[in-house]
């Protein structure tokens, strides 16, 4: 990872491809893709300064992959490991479904993060866990898939909409609301994403 | 005791001390084993297990880890499980879309038509108004025939060349043709509402139907939807600043294109708007579950309808 200009930036697991329209940058004779920030919240807790370590070789179970444009980013910083992504809506595990078939370190799952005994036939033990799905129950679910899937010591990267959790609420209480419910977990680093995402904040957690 | 795992390697029954004790291998062909994932050849094995006499335990073991006790190294797990993987998703999705996303495509696709119509229509009247401005008609079909046959008596308007009238010409009839496209995707959509949901159909009707469908995402989604959310559908702005600022809420969304709503009394509307959504939500499921028309729930809302009336 590095930085071109304001923006991150990884370097393209296979090149010439611009996954979700992104700037492909030359330098240093290797090719960089552009992590747009208000695309991708984990860009998004990136550029606020949160330090997530991502080891090449890292198993991750993605909750909430979506089309995978954060999926992507994370595949050129992991070319040795593999990427377990979840989301249950046909349409855009479609588009990742495709994607993953361009690069060998991601995985389509068509399934719901709430039932996470759907996916123990192809996913292991994970070092990572990423969470985006933006649910009112979503710790619920964060904790079920730690339970099952995150080993010792692993970490899990959070981003919660407190819209989605409840829009009449304050989302300083949603927040804390969230912390307290995860609490088994050790609180490593915490930051709003603003401005990227309104009432938003990531959270990074250890088991 | 035993434990169990479901891999894309197959089955397998593991005792204490990792002890293998019953495995069901399958085919190393990522769409066979694919097939096999998705079908129901997990659950028969296992209640052959029981049949076997094994107490089995609940939850699943670590795929990667039951697989080591069969040779297969994590490099060659994840290489082939990936794949396997690709080929299940590719059925379950099939799977997961319905005739349901046809009705979706179909009822957007007609406002995007009747949108490309109006964009156009303004267009063409503009133009040809340069050659013939006297000409009055309103309704816009009427317009476009007219350009077409380009009989005009004594006007104030330009003269135009053959080729000027050819491209004005071929215009008016790409409309007419979208009139043709759109009168007969009507038509389509009311074929595909009885066929998919019948119920809202005969509530609603074949475009307001569709629409919720839309609205919720799927059919299986509407029918999950409880009748105060029906209700409301289309009408998310007023409903969240209800929620933020505490103004009234809406009465209705969508299903304020429901005759009976518009046209009822203003006073009667909510009261109208909240029973129809419970009979559409009750509709919703019976179209996903049942498929066939249930007389009794339309006879029940036309009660309802009646009473409120009165």
Known sequence: MMKIGRDLATENLVKGQSVYGERLVRKRGKEFRVWEAKRSKVGAALQKGMKIPFKDDAKILYLGVASGTTASHISDLTPKGMIFGVDPAPRVLRDFLLLSETRSNLVPIFADANRPEKYRHIVPDVDMIIQDVAQPNQSQILMKNVNMYLKKGGLAFVAIKSRSIDVTANPNKIFSEFKHAVKGLELIQEKRLEPFEKDHMALLLKK | MVKLA????????????????DAHELPRDAKKAAQALAGDDFDKW??????????????????????????????????????????????????????????????????????????????????????????????????????????????????????????????????????????????????????????????????????????????KKLSEMPGSTIQVLGAERALFKHLRKGTPPPKHGVIFQHPEINRAQRAIRGRLARSLAAKLALASRTDKYAGKLNKDLIASWKRRLKEVKQ
């Not at chain 2, 479901?6 to 004790?21: D, E, H, P, Y």
């Not at chain 2, 297969?72 to 590719?90: C, D, N, P």
């Not at chain 2, 809202?200 to 609205?215: E, V, Y």
């Open chain 2, 46 to 219: 296992v209640s052959g297990l029981a049949k076997k006499g094994y107490d089995v335990e609940d939850g699943l073991f670590d795929p990667m880890k039951a697989v080591e006790l069969i040779g297969v190294k994590e490099k060659e797990y994840l290489r082939f499980s990936r794949l396997v993987e690709i080929e299940l998703a590719k059925i379950l999705i099939k799977a997961a879309i319905g005739r349901d996303y046809l009705i979706i495509q179909t009822v957007d696709g007609l406002d995007d038509l009747n949108k490309s119509i109006n964009i156009m229509i303004n267009r063409l009247r503009e133009w040809y108004g340069l050659h013939f401005p006297e000409l009055k008609e309103e309704d816009h079909e009427k317009y476009l025939k007219r350009i077409i046959a380009d009989k005009r008596g004594e006007s104030m308007g330009i003269e135009l060349s053959g080729g000027d009238k050819d491209a004005v010409q071929r215009m008016a009839k790409m409309i007419l043709e979208m009139y043709k496209a759109r009168a007969g995707l009507e038509f389509y959509l009311e074929k595909l509402m009885e066929e998919i949901a019948p119920n809202l159909t005969a509530l609603a009707g074949a475009n307001l139907g569709a629409r919720l469908i839309g609205r919720a995402g799927s059919l």
């Open chain 2, 6 to 21: 479901k891999t894309s390697f197959g089955f397998f029954a593991i005792a204490m001390q990792n002890q293998l004790v």
